[in-house]
């Protein structure tokens, strides 16, 4: 049986560029899945995966002409109902046979194989395996609509009358097995070995592909096309890097940009261009965000980050003389820094504080009122915090950062690209001469804004950005629209992570409850709103359980910590460092136990049981023993647990282990005296306590 390398190619007008890596990498995959299931392809196949502006391939190693045949194994029915008392076949198994393709000479062949119940008949045969022309067929439908197509357009093809849908109109199809075409039909198309290059600089208007392995080197020579995106990306990112040592910079560093560049060039040529040194004057990050995100340049930063008047384009012609490139470039990117720099210009005509009255006109959200009504519980929250966290120039600052901080959102430059705000809102900020602080926690109240994000540089900033998280998750909650599955359109997931990181790494001393109720209490009067601090609480601390076995925590450990609530979330480290060190001594597996065993006990009693204890009631020597364990223990745990040593408070309980098994094995604790079961139930409640402290140590129980 002939196994060659396959070549599968789809030639289409120009793709969605920021969906085009994953339309190639989906299109191989799911080819190659296809011809695995058909037996034609071996699970080591390596499959090679290309994606240009203008076509989607892949290529498969190792792809049989013909599946091997498959053994099948074909349940028919009882023995007593296939067959007579004779042992001659009835006519249920020949009606059977026949629809299975067998007569009455497939009879004597059958298997007989007792199921547990009773005696069945199995007809075992050979399923032809499929021909690669049969199995392509398949593996191109299922490819085309596994494809994560962002919409589909419907287009008509050349007879004028079929119409079909797909991402672009196909043009054509390449099907190789080696140097033979194999029969597929998709979209209109019939395959062959025809497929079209570069659209200026092909060598030839049609590019004849020999055979599957030369297809890579075919299109690069005679269509002026690098087909793999991974290759054609490197390729962009070395040019790159040359190109602004050239010019004495650096490229910014943007990976999406590169995706997407890349999936706009065949062939691609780096050149340089710049611009006027005037608008220099303007904001960096506007002028950075204006040439990404409009021209798909890439800004280059001298060696201090900061931005200069050149920059790179990404062509996708290569002429010999390139300075008509480079200045039709310059002159489209003229009109952007300028209308940048009049925004910039004009926004700071009017100062932030001017802008603050506007935001009573601007909807929040319909059942959470105006950016206006938001930006005073913000302050107020905002307040309340840095009054907490030792009040003073604090309070001040960040109640009047808080104000400010939407008020970017009514300015020219921030309506013309929303993702600067926060960022403008900080220079208007230093243009008004405010405090340094105040203009940094504008910024800053927006971070962390992603995961990895750094935090507010500040305490001020981190007030305010504590504030308007919470006061996002509160809203959102109090009005029903908490994320479920995938969905989380006011992204609630990001910010409970961004307040959990700032009283986290920040080591603020804010208890979690405290801090929900004050926010809470911001909101009453709102029509409608439902106050749900523990649905809350909850939810900031599934995300807080997540994260932790994110950096690598196992679960036991974030369970017996995150399960105990602690209020202050600084303190959660110090508290896992101390389970995994507690989770090394010998004693800590029974002393586990034996928590969940006293957990499971004290659940079991009616009402709540007072973890007091009489010593004149104490009559077997295993529980006086305890007692006297405790009374040693405990001081200790309890006086390391105050200074925040909770690996020695942990390490303390090592001792109580003795005693705790001895109780166990030797005391009646549900005894007939119910002065006697209730002193004992004490002494248990008493050695819970203690063992909880820090973590609920029967999470640590295998």
Known sequence: MSSKNLLVELFVEELPPKALKKLGESFAAALASSLKSAGLAPADTVVTAYASPRRLAAHVTAVAAVAADKPVMQKLMPVAVGLDANGNATPALLKKLAALGADASAVAGLRRENDGKAEILFYDSLAKGATLAEGLQKAVEAALAALPIPKVMTYQLADGWSSVNFVRPAHALVALHGADVVPVSVLGLNSGNITQGHRFEAAVPQVVIADADSYAATLLRDGAVIASFAERRAEIARQLEAAAAKAGGKP??????????????????????????????????????TMKANQKYFPLLDAAGKLTNKFLVVSNISPTDASAVIGGNERVVRPRLADAKFFFDQDRKKSLESRVAGLAKVVYHNKLGTQGERMQRVAAIARAIAEALGGGELVQH?????????????????GEFPELQGIMGRYYAQHDGLNVDVADAVEDHYKPRFAGDSLPRGRVGTVVALADKLETLVGMFGIGQIPTGDRDPFALRRHALGVIRMLS?????????????????????????????????????????????????????????????????????????????????????????????????????????????????????????????????????????????????????AALRTPVDAFFDGVMVNADDPALRANRLGLLAKLHAAMNQVADLSKLSA
């Open 252 to 289: 910014i560093d943007d990976e999406a940009l590169l995706d997407e560049v890349t999936a706009l060039v065949e062939r691609p040529n780096v050149l340089i261009g710049q611009f006027e040194e005037e608008f220099l004057a303007v904001p960096q990050e506007c002028l950075i965000l």
């Open 505 to 653: 790494e920040g080591d603020l001393n804010l208890a979690v409850d405290g801090l929900l109720a004050g926010v809470f209490a911001q909101f009453t009067g709102i029509e409608g709103f439902q106050a749900n601090p523990l649905a809350l609480a909850d939810f900031i601390y599934d995300r807080l359980a997540g994260s932790l076995r994110e950096q690598g925590y196992t679960a036991q450990e974030v369970d017996a910590v995150v399960s105990q609530r602690p209020q202050r979330l600084g303190d959660i480290p110090k508290r896992l460092a101390a389970v995994r060190a507690f989770s090394a001594l010998p004693e800590a597996a029974a002393l586990a136990a034996a928590n969940k065993r006293v957990g499971n006990i004290l659940k079991k009693v009616d009402g709540s049981v007072e973890a007091n204890v009489d010593s004149a009631l104490l009559k077997e020597g295993a529980e006086i023993a305890l007692h006297a364990a405790l009374v040693e223990v405990v001081p200790q745990a309890d006086a390391a647990f105050v200074t925040g040593d909770y690996t020695e408070s942990l390490t303390a309980l």
């Open 398 to 414: 960040a109640e009047q950062a808080a104000v400010l901080a939407k008020a970017d959102l009514l300015t020219d430059m921030v």
